[in-house]
């Protein structure tokens, strides 16, 4: 039931069915071969050789709210602002409505910044570098530094070692990230499991990197094996590494001290750079209790994270922190960045520094060390309800995403805003994410669940592949 | 009396006397040494072997709000909100000043987005493609695919035959457009003048790509001669080349008929790619008459445009609009963009599309027209009381950005946030700015000016090198 890419057309109901998964989501679905989407949910991923149909050739125009060019008398009649003020209002209904029902994106949709309203009216832009003041005046880099300091702080690097700016997305912070480690080893080979996030391949792509994936173990996290074999191949050549503070999928994180480790024990001593994708845990993990440590008193090279996950801001964006001597070799070594044109983009949004100063200010780290632990409990509260129900479930010790069998309905996947990859589906457990809020999602699941199985007489597909046989609960595995 | 790059130290003060030029505004600056500062607003810019200093090594920490760690009895007295209103009420107020004394970039600060306070609550997320929804449900890709709608139908490109989406800025246009022409061809040599916007020249760094440097006109424009002598040296490879719609400095718009003339007449007929860099004048060309057009019935590939400048917009943003067929050849080619993971940053801000679609419906293509000429006479109006008052000033035809000498105190330019290059400054007049406030300027700089060459009796200094023979008001070229 899905449109080919030759002919490249297809109705707006026949879109609604095939939905790909969402792009943020989804490293892994790009590169290989995929079933039909029918038998998604339910078969395994080999043995199909049909491959995944992507339309392209002719954007979908879904819904869409056009503009109009005004009539001569919109002025007069007020018919004009009468348009716009009730598709925003039915706007706003939708959102309300949407923001109550999601689970699968690491959005913190708890925040208040109504104090906040009163600057919406300036245009407020930080071009450029944080520490180098333009003309222009209408800018907010007196939060963005504070906002700076306070992540160095985190992550244990001194005011006058590090280096960083407020991005606009975990994607820029990484694009940051992988383009410093080139321009530190130009002739550097980029390692990074194949679980990490997508942003990671395009930049190499982007940067005309030498690009290897590292196989991960069931729990996402890379696998040192592999990543040794594939490091005494490029011997002669220094390593750029990307680390994942908590991959987008299984919420896994890359067991950082390992990974320097074997970069230290085969002959890369000071040949290597080392950038943390901590999109959603490198906010969690300092507050975790036991958690490994990510630290600039690690040879670590920088560190992002998302201001728009575990924060919670209206709008994307993210913190990147370097080590200052690295924008300096940038600086002094490559023309285009002299003066400290360090950053990706030019404009910069001012006000995102000020919801993140401001949200910072009012929890502080005691704030978020609650809220960690908070949601922590409420994974475990989710996968241990999920379990007893007899639903295949795998939960990583530091993580809140609660990974386990794909729904079979993408219309109970698109209502719950779950996002799903192959045979599975994950929840991330976020500050917003409420007990309450669970139980409701529980509830309609097995109910769903009890038609989608035949209450038992179908069984539920093997998921050991992407878990684990221990937690997997289908009819072979199932102890 | 600036720090060197050598013990990377200054205090406040120094930093204040040597603030660099702004980052936006400054593709040259980068490259070539420079005088100090001292100097710079009356000597020329060759002679003096001097390289400019930079500060590096340390990041220079201006007034900044730092965070700290709530008290434990916060709650309780109330003292923590209390200070962090004050900070935004004193913040608010700086806002409003520099807002009111602005005229050196081109952001129309203009707006009045009151009626969509309602939707700063939510965190809305375009992720990915603007026509392949997420399973994300807060987004406003309604909203953003009816914007990229408007700007696809001004620039002549059909429905189904165009792809794009709403960018962080102009450098992310920038990005996706070089990009894009590298991926139809990977072998192409990419042209730009010398004075484009310096994130074309961070493109060419990042791909890997090779750029060469076209010289300009006295009036900013590309030299077509040396564009072609450029052309004949790379005769083998395929040419991707960046036009100018509106330099930054300026306000020149290169002659793109030219452009494609000098590239078919010389073997490159369906051999080149063109992006055409419309930050500003993108959306103000096409309602000045007589304007040279932009369209994609002429052989371009790309067009970007700032959301932030002309339109006006709390935040950054940017369109850009190309071919679907490049996206296509992108999404077929290459892995990491399959599926249409086809825009530069992942998360993507769900707001500006958003405030773009409340002004677009307001204003209309009539509203525009009715600004941009109001910009033009206002533009003019500037230009005339400068060559009055003896002042060497120069106005492209088309543009709105008055080109004149650099004001001696760099006071006077950080009140007035003037951009400012070598012997030159700007002001681009747009629609927020009135003949009162440019009248206010106007006393003030004559003021201070008659000051600073004492009534006549110092010279003021030539600047014929940046603005043509004609324009200076130099004791040699003064008729």
Not at 368 to 391: M, P, S, T, W
Not at 431 to 452: A, G, Q
Request: charge should be negative; include cysteine; hydrophobic fraction near 35%.
């Amino acid at each position: 039931m899905v449109g080919s890419v030759g002919n490249g057309l297809m109705d707006l109901r026949e879109k609604e069915k095939v939905e790909p998964l969402p792009r943020e989501f989804d490293p892994e679905e790009i590169a290989r071969p995929k079933p039909p989407l029918e038998t998604e949910g339910v078969g395994g991923e080999e043995g199909s050789g049909k491959s995944r149909e992507i339309v392209l050739g002719r954007n979908v125009h879904t819904m869409c709210f056009a503009i109009k060019e005004p009539e001569a008398d919109d002025e007069v009649t007020g018919e004009r602002e009468a348009y716009m003020a009730s598709v925003l209002a039915r706007y706003r209904r939708s959102l309300i409505d949407r923001t109550k029902h999601h689970l699968g994106y690491p959005y913190n949709l708890d925040f208040d910044y109504g104090a906040l309203g009163q600057l919406q009216h300036f245009s407020i832009n930080n071009l450029g570098d944080p520490f180098i003041e333009s003309n222009y005046g209408v800018h907010s880099r007196q939060f963005e530094v504070g906002v700076l300091d306070w992540f160095a702080r985190l992550w244990e690097l001194e005011k006058n070692e590090y280096w960083g700016y407020i991005t606009n997305c975990g994607t820029e912070g990484n694009l940051h990230g992988i383009l410093v480690g080139r321009e530190v080893f130009p002739d550097g080979v980029l390692y990074a499991s194949r679980e990490s996030h997508y942003s990671i391949f395009k930049a190499a792509r982007m940067y005309r990197m030498e690009c290897v994936k590292v196989d991960t173990l069931v729990s996402g996290e890379i696998d040192c094996t592999h990543f040794k074999a594939s490091l005494l191949q490029n011997m002669e050549r220094p390593a750029i590494v990307n680390v994942n503070i908590g991959t987008t999928v299984k919420g896994a994180v890359d067991d950082l001290d390992m990974v320097i480790k074997t970069l230290e024990e085969n002959g890369f001593k000071d040949r290597f750079y080392i950038h943390c994708d901590g999109a959603l845990f490198g906010l969690m993990m300092p507050f975790v209790k036991r958690a490994p440590k990510v630290t600039f008193t690690k040879p670590i090279g920088s560190v992002s994270v998302s201001g728009h996950k575990f924060v919670g801001c209206p709008m994307p964006c993210g913190v990147q922190i370097t080590r200052s001597k690295h924008i300096n070799v940038l600086s002094s070594n490559v023309e285009y960045l002299a003066s400290r044109d360090a950053t990706i983009m030019g404009s910069r949004n001012g006000h995102a520094p000020i919801f993140l100063w401001y949200t910072l200010n009012r929890k502080g780290y005691r704030g978020f060390q609650k809220e960690v632990q908070k949601c922590l409990r409420n994974a475990h509260y989710l996968k241990d309800r999920l379990k007893e129900a007899g639903i295949s479930v795998m939960l990583n010790e530091l993580s809140s995403t609660v990974v386990f069998e794909r729904p079979k309905d993408e219309e109970f996947v698109r209502q719950w805003q779950l996002a799903c990859e192959g045979n599975i589906a994950h929840v991330v457990v976020m500050p917003n994410v409420t007990i309450d809020k669970l139980d409701s999602f529980l509830n309609e699941l097995l109910r769903h669940r009890s038609c989608w199985y035949q209450e038992g007489n179908i069984s539920p597909p093997c998921i050991a592949a992407d878990i684990g046989e221990e937690n997997c609960c289908c009819a072979l595995h199932r102890r």
